[in-house]
């Protein structure tokens, strides 16, 4: 009797076993013997088959399941369990059930590689996600979850989130016809089969030949095998892959440039796509673009992905190599569409498409690029970089030496527009020129002008030659800056914000050259002082700059009074955080890191400065220069007039002290100057003020030492 309880003892039957047995372990006996003693051993110990001595042998045969069949049962029965869970609103289990699925697939994922993903797995995958959305749009439901079942809610929707964008083209071509994607799935999977049969014999044939040693392998397998270092039949296979990449090449049309395109769009912003790899991508692209229009839109996204890295940001900065890459990007974008006319710009899409169904322009390509749009983020970059660096360090003025190469950019995009007749963006760009000009003597602009024509001739002689870099020479001096045009173009174009911002940025140019009652006019003629207040924090700044530099204007004209009403407000404690220069560092003022970094971005750059010891120099001379003669004239009043408050409250401070030592700071000095003034004893007060270091920075400095 068999072991087997009415099983065949025939040779036949143990070979059908023996084959079944290398299909589930996946490995040959190792002794290849066909003992019934062992093998029914093994049988008795893995396997009870439970089988009544009196049914026949025939019909209670033992079931093999293939690795397949196998993977597919197991998908099946966390599916139901999945669509059980659901039903129920049971999300832990379901959380469970999906953690288990995910790690079937990765189980099965040579059998997914060959067959394709199944249906039932994108199916339950969809099921899942309508679920999902469904529960989230019903707020009663969700709020009356328990707290294991919400919190098993929230990870669950978190991993379904991340596990369905590898799996997106199979899920939108099942919505659009799941017969259809099922069709496709079983057709390669009955392919796969096919291979798989062939192979098989194949194994067979070269496991004879092998052992025989009469294998006739080609000299190209040969070589092959020993390169790869895998079996015969894997090389076998090779030269068909290696040769495929070979068999035609890409043909670049418009079609195919737009569907890059718009693959590299759809990454852009996902973490797996790093903007390195996008940027190599659109710099393929742009190496085989034909079409013009096609060329502007993969420069615009160039442009877009390298500012993407910083502007999420706000306290990260582009470094200088990139900011270089970014501006040389836009100066190439700007020259292709100077050099085509067939390309016009507009502000947005909608102006476009709207000026393109009138058919005004048929032969004129309508495209949306905002060139002022990139000079200002360009600008804001250079600007977050300048405040990540130490200003005492060569670096930094390595940085502010690309400031000449911006204001090139600018002038180039401000004269484009003006060109197409575009003058309210002309007016944004020529903005961005005023802000890095207007704090700058125009001594100190000539000088960085030929400093960098110096440095572009030597760059230019190094590629084309010494005749190339004189006409570059007089390019570049036809693009100077003049302060009055770019001034006028923004008050005849701008919006109300860029004509408060230029006004602002006169003033400050006026008072920076002496040309205070110019200045003083434009000031009083706007009415800005009754309405700053209500404006944003940055124009303040600027308000609180033009200001003092007026204030000092008046000083070095001999305006003493003038000077005093314009420094008066601002020199009342919080000088510092009044011009931008510097964080509030009050003990009780509570701020949160958004607020923290927003001051931050606000600062003004090192080099744009005012000195603030000057400033207070000159604040305090004024003032003592007007409160010692206010105070000797009323000296019984019982409700004095006061026109220095601060003044006062040093003079009060210094005498309540019971030991004075010699002055040090410039209050100190000032201070004991106003002191000795109002004793009488002007030599002294003389002596003190001028003694101080700080007259040194004012311009035409003997003059006001004469003056005072």
Same mark, same amino acid.
């Given at each position: 009797?068999?072991?087997?309880?009415? $099983?065949?003892?025939?040779?036949?039957?143990?070979?059908?076993?023996?084959?079944?047995?290398?299909?589930?372990?996946?490995?040959?006996?190792?002794?290849?013997?066909?003992?019934? $003693? @062992?093998?029914?051993?093994?049988?008795?110990?893995?396997?009870?088959?439970?089988?009544?001595?009196?049914?026949?042998?025939?019909?209670?045969?033992?079931?093999?399941?293939?690795?397949?069949?196998?993977?597919?049962?197991?998908?099946?029965?966390?599916?139901?369990?999945?669509?059980?869970?659901?039903?129920?609103?049971?999300?832990?289990?379901?959380?469970?059930?999906?953690?288990?699925?995910?790690?079937?697939?990765?189980?099965?994922?040579?059998?997914?590689?060959?067959?394709?993903?199944?249906?039932?797995?994108?199916?339950?995958?969809?099921?899942?996600?309508?679920?999902?959305?469904?529960?989230?749009?019903?707020?009663?439901?969700?709020?009356?979850?328990?707290?294991?079942?919400?919190?098993?809610?929230?990870?669950?929707?978190?991993?379904?989130?991340?596990?369905?964008?590898?799996?997106?083209?199979?899920?939108?071509?099942?919505?659009?016809?799941?017969?259809? %994607?099922?069709?496709?799935?079983?057709?390669?999977?009955?392919?796969?089969?096919?291979?798989?049969?062939?192979?098989?014999?194949?194994?067979?044939?070269?496991?004879?030949?092998?052992?025989?040693?009469?294998?006739?392998?080609?000299?190209? &397998?040969?070589?092959?095998?020993?390169?790869?270092?895998?079996?015969?039949?894997?090389?076998?296979?090779?030269?068909?892959?290696?040769?495929?990449?070979?068999?035609?090449?890409?043909?670049?049309?418009?079609?195919?440039?737009?569907?890059?395109?718009?693959?590299?769009?759809?990454?852009?912003?996902?973490?797996?796509?790093?903007?390195?790899?996008?940027?190599?991508? !659109?710099?393929?692209? /742009?190496?085989?673009?034909?079409?013009?229009?096609?060329?502007?839109?993969?420069?615009?996204?160039?442009?877009?992905?390298?500012?993407?890295?910083?502007?999420?940001?706000? =306290?990260?900065?582009?470094?200088?190599?990139?900011?270089?890459?970014?501006?040389?990007?836009?100066?190439?974008?700007?020259?292709?569409?100077?050099?085509?006319?067939?390309?016009?710009?507009?502000?947005?899409?909608?102006?476009?498409?709207?000026? =393109?169904?009138?058919?005004? /322009?048929?032969?004129?390509?309508?495209?949306?690029?905002?060139?002022?749009?990139?000079?200002?983020?360009?600008?804001?970059?250079?600007?977050?970089?300048?405040?990540?660096?130490?200003?005492?360090?060569?670096?930094?003025?390595?940085?502010?030496?690309?400031?000449?190469?911006?204001?090139?950019?600018?002038? #180039?995009?401000?004269?484009?527009?003006?060109?197409?007749?575009?003058?309210?963006?002309?007016?944004?760009?020529?903005?961005?020129?005023?802000?890095?000009?207007?704090?700058?003597?125009?001594?100190?602009?000539?000088?960085? &002008?030929?400093?960098?024509?110096?440095? *572009?001739?030597?760059?230019?002689?190094?590629?084309? $030659?010494?005749?190339?870099?004189?006409?570059?020479?007089?390019?570049?001096?036809?693009?100077?800056?003049?302060?009055?045009?770019?001034?006028?173009?923004?008050?005849?174009?701008?919006?109300?914000?860029?004509?408060?911002?230029?006004?602002?940025?006169? +003033?400050?140019?006026?008072?920076?050259?002496?040309?205070?009652?110019?200045?003083?006019?434009?000031?009083?003629?706007?009415?800005?002082?009754?309405?700053?207040?209500?404006?944003?924090?940055?124009? *303040?700044?600027?308000?609180?700059?033009?200001?003092? #530099?007026?204030?000092?204007?008046? %000083?070095?004209?001999?305006?003493?009074?003038?000077?005093?009403?314009?420094?008066?407000?601002?020199?009342? $404690?919080?000088?510092?955080?009044?011009?931008?220069?510097?964080?509030?560092?009050?003990?009780?003022?509570?701020?949160?890191?958004?607020?923290?970094?927003?001051?931050?971005?606000?600062?003004?750059?090192?080099?744009?400065?005012?000195?603030?010891?000057?400033?207070?120099?000159?604040?305090?001379?004024?003032?003592? !220069?007007?409160?010692?003669?206010?105070?000797?004239?009323?000296?019984?009043?019982?409700?004095?007039?006061?026109?220095?408050?601060?003044?006062?409250?040093?003079?009060?401070?210094?005498?309540?002290?019971?030991?004075?030592?010699?002055?040090?700071?410039?209050?100190?000095?000032?201070?004991?100057?106003?002191?000795?003034?109002?004793? @009488?004893?002007?030599?002294?007060?003389?002596? !003190?003020?001028?003694?101080?270091?700080?007259?040194?920075? +004012?311009?035409?400095?003997?003059?006001?030492?004469?003056?005072?």
């Amino acid at each position: 009797m068999s072991k087997f309880w009415g $099983g065949s003892d025939s040779s036949d039957n143990e070979d059908d076993v023996s084959e079944d047995k290398d299909v589930l372990s996946g490995s040959d006996n190792e002794d290849g013997s066909s003992d019934e $003693g @062992g093998e029914g051993e093994e049988g008795e110990k893995a396997i009870d088959w439970g089988i009544d001595s009196d049914s026949e042998g025939e019909e209670d045969k033992r079931v093999v399941k293939s690795v397949r069949d196998k993977r597919y049962e197991e998908m099946h029965k966390l599916i139901e369990s999945l669509e059980k869970d659901m039903k129920e609103a049971d999300w832990v289990n379901i959380n469970t059930e999906f953690q288990s699925l995910s790690v079937w697939i990765k189980k099965a994922s040579n059998l997914i590689n060959k067959e394709g993903v199944p249906g039932p797995f994108i199916s339950i995958l969809i099921q899942l996600e309508d679920y999902l959305k469904q529960t989230l749009a019903d707020k009663e439901a969700k709020k009356a979850m328990s707290k294991n079942n919400s919190k098993a809610f929230n990870t669950f929707a978190q991993k379904l989130k991340k596990n369905n964008k590898d799996y997106q083209a199979e899920i939108d071509s099942f919505r659009k016809n799941p017969a259809a %994607f099922n069709k496709a799935v079983v057709k390669k999977a009955k392919k796969a089969d096919d291979e798989s049969d062939e192979e098989d014999v194949d194994d067979v044939d070269i496991k004879a030949l092998a052992k025989t040693k009469k294998a006739a392998v080609s000299d190209e &397998e040969d070589d092959e095998e020993l390169q790869t270092g895998k079996g015969a039949r894997k090389a076998g296979k090779k030269p068909q892959q290696a040769a495929a990449p070979v068999q035609a090449k890409i043909v670049w049309t418009d079609e195919l440039v737009a569907d890059k395109l718009d693959e590299v769009v759809k990454k852009r912003g996902m973490k797996k796509a790093t903007p390195k790899e996008l940027i190599e991508q !659109l710099k393929e692209l /742009l190496a085989n673009v034909k079409s013009a229009q096609k060329k502007v839109e993969v420069y615009m996204q160039i442009i877009a992905i390298m500012f993407d890295r910083t502007s999420a940001n706000i =306290t990260k900065a582009m470094k200088p190599g990139a900011w270089n890459r970014a501006r040389g990007y836009i100066a190439e974008l700007l020259q292709l569409l100077s050099s085509d006319s067939s390309l016009v710009l507009k502000e947005s899409a909608s102006e476009a498409a709207a000026e =393109t169904e009138d058919g005004s /322009l048929p032969a004129v390509a309508q495209i949306s690029v905002n060139l002022t749009s990139f000079v200002e983020q360009l600008d804001t970059e250079f600007t977050k970089g300048l405040h990540h660096v130490d200003p005492h360090t060569h670096e930094y003025v390595d940085r502010l030496r690309q400031e000449s190469l911006f204001l090139e950019l600018a002038a #180039q995009v401000q004269e484009y527009y003006e060109k197409h007749g575009d003058h309210a963006q002309a007016a944004r760009t020529a903005m961005k020129r005023l802000e890095h000009i207007y704090y700058k003597h125009d001594t100190i602009s000539e000088k960085l &002008e030929e400093a960098h024509l110096e440095r *572009q001739k030597e760059a230019q002689k190094k590629k084309e $030659g010494a005749a190339e870099a004189s006409a570059d020479e007089k390019k570049s001096t036809a693009a100077g800056v003049d302060m009055e045009k770019l001034c006028v173009l923004i008050y005849t174009y701008g919006d109300e914000r860029l004509k408060t911002n230029a006004l602002l940025c006169h +003033v400050y140019h006026h008072a920076l050259h002496d040309r205070f009652h110019q200045g003083r006019d434009l000031m009083l003629m706007s009415h800005l002082q009754d309405n700053i207040q209500h404006m944003d924090a940055r124009m *303040q700044v600027l308000f609180n700059r033009a200001m003092v #530099q007026l204030g000092l204007s008046a %000083f070095r004209k001999g305006y003493i009074y003038e000077a005093h009403s314009c420094l008066s407000d601002i020199c009342s $404690g919080k000088t510092r955080e009044y011009l931008a220069q510097g964080m509030s560092s009050a003990r009780f003022q509570e701020k949160n890191p958004e607020q923290e970094k927003l001051e931050k971005l606000r600062q003004v750059p090192f080099h744009m400065h005012i000195n603030l010891d000057l400033l207070d120099t000159v604040h305090l001379t004024t003032a003592m !220069l007007l409160e010692i003669p206010n105070m000797a004239a009323h000296p019984h009043d019982i409700r004095p007039k006061v026109i220095s408050r601060a003044l006062r409250r040093s003079l009060d401070s210094y005498e309540k002290n019971y030991f004075t030592g010699p002055p040090e700071s410039t209050r100190d000095y000032c201070v004991v100057a106003a002191r000795a003034l109002a004793k @009488g004893d002007w030599k002294r007060t003389e002596e !003190l003020l001028l003694g101080l270091p700080a007259w040194g920075l +004012v311009q035409n400095s003997e003059d006001v030492k004469t003056m005072l």
